[in-house]
């Protein structure tokens, strides 16, 4: 898996493209215990509209 971040003021949203041309979208976060933790929130396919701007939003 190579995750890329989205930049801009997408902070925290990291992009992952797989070989089949799908992107996963990932949010990164700390928890109440300060531990960094990155779940996957979305993704783009053939027949999902899924954005960088929807990951965000999440």
Do not use: C, H
Request: proline share 3%; charged share 30%; net charge positive.
């Amino acid at each position: 898996m190579a995750l890329k971040p989205a930049g801009g003021k997408y902070e925290g949203v990291w992009i992952n493209e797989l070989k089949n041309g799908d992107i996963s979208y990932y949010i990164n976060y700390r928890d109440e215990f300060g531990k960094p933790v990155k779940v996957q929130v979305g993704k783009k396919t053939a027949t999902s509209d899924f954005s960088v701007k929807d990951a965000y939003a999440n």
